[in-house]
């Protein structure tokens, strides 16, 4: 690893191994999206072949209260992954040996504890490294036969998109020693989903294509218009085969209003891994489907290799999948709300808003307002808003105005400036959006 990632956090990392070698239980923590569950699977198998015993809990959030479990967990070596680094200092100035591998903003460096973040080294942890990057690094740190598990690693790396424009630092190290190592194969991506493309066009919300996701007919009509046969996968494709769909689905993309930068990110580069039968993009999804199932033990275990927990976790998966395309052609079909700088939707009756919203934004909205949904379920309602890098450079940052407005209702909103949630008392929703539709007004008129 010399030469490749920085002096300070091969120190970091040995200094932990040397400190987890010394324990015969350790207790982890970790996220329970992509990334983390896909950290806490890599730490799992590590600790498992160097004989340690352990348990993993895994977090929606790190706050206070999950502060005070871990305070008082028992344990006295304590492992953290895709979190931390917004508790560092309380983590610090605690009695137990304890490691903690996150990629998210730093407020400071650790004193006494191992503390590994990419931010720590001038590399950006929201880009160019995540939580499983820098699990993979400490699990190679404790034994290089763990190479292995780079391909749960990349898992992790899909999750949190940090392949979407190319990979970037750490992950590119990660990526090199993965296809030298056999374990990974890079693919040129496309337009076209992998797998049956009977099934795979159906369910494909990444991209939406109007007429054909959710739509059996509409799905043979297109592979017919395309001279390809229900029976094929995306590997049994001639090159004209290939090329003659993803023009078709360029078409109807375009048609639909998507942008030429969205068919891009939707055309990024896959990573297959080897032995496995799918890409890190499918593992991903997997596990992020249990953990956010609550089933994360299920997802722990998929990421571990467990033939039946990945076979049970795709399953799992793919009913939400069914579930996100039928909301996203009901959703189509209604359209959205048009204010004069926003534009929303209602999915009170949907579980799925966060990603109905962001694939509305990439796939059927007017690229230069902001896509709000708005889920009225539950008091406070729920709050989800997706921009486009666009709408940045014209002067929108939805993190501030999700916050700012949102308290204005007595809510509480935040997040990054291209994506951000928040949560306001249900009867106040329709002057939250009327506010909300001023605010961007404004934050566009001061550029
Ligand atoms: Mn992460």
Known sequence: MEGQVPIKLLNTLSKAADIVRGHDFIQVYSHYDADG????????????????????????????????????????????TDLGASY???????EQDIVVLDHHTIISDAKRICYANPHLYGIDGMVAGCGATMSLLFSVTMDEKNWDLVQVAFAGTAGDR???????????????????????????????????LMTELFLTTDPYIRGV?????????????????????????????????????????????????SMQE???????????????????????????????GMGVAAGMGDERCLVLGAEV??????????????????????????????????????ML????????????????????ANDPANLSSRGMWGQLDKGVDLSVAMREVCDQFGGAGGGHKIAAGGSVPAASVDDFLKRLDEFIGEQLASR
């Open 88 to 94: 560092i200092d309380q983590l610090d100035a605690m």
């Open 37 to 80: 569950v896909s950290s806490a699977s890599i730490i799992a198998k590590t600790l498992l072949r160097a004989g340690k015993e352990f348990r993993i809990t895994l977090f929606t959030t790190l706050n206070d209260r999950n502060m005070d479990i871990i305070r008082n967990c028992g344990a006295e070596c304590i492992i953290i």
């Open 266 to 296: 939707v055309a990024r580069n896959k990573y297959y891994l080897k032995g496995m039968n799918m890409d890190a993009e499918n593992l991903s999804a997997i596990l992020n489907g249990c953990g956010r199932s609550g089933i994360g």
């Open 162 to 196: 940090q392949h979407i424009n190319g990979l970037l630092g750490l992950n590119v190290y990660l990526k090199e020693e993965g296809v030298k190592r056999g374990y990974i194969e890079e693919f040129p991506g496309s337009l076209i989903p992998s797998g049956n």
């Open 317 to 354: 998966n793919r009913e939400s999948a069914v579930q996100v395309v039928e909301n996203m052609v009901a959703l189509d079909s209604k359209g959205l709300n048009q204010m004069e700088h926003i534009q929303w939707f209602d999915s009170s009756d949907s579980g799925f808003t966060g």
């Open 357 to 376: 919203c962001g694939i509305a934004m990439q796939c059927i909205g007017d690229a230069d307002k902001p896509t709000i949904g708005v889920n009225r």
């Open 213 to 261: 996701s959710g739509n059996t007919e509409g799905v043979a009509q297109l592979l017919k218009d395309a001279g390809i046969t229900n029976d094929k996968t995306y590997m049994d494709l001639t090159e004209e085969e290939r090329r003659r769909l993803s023009s078709l689905i360029a078409v109807r993309l375009t048609e639909q209003g998507m942008q030429l930068s």
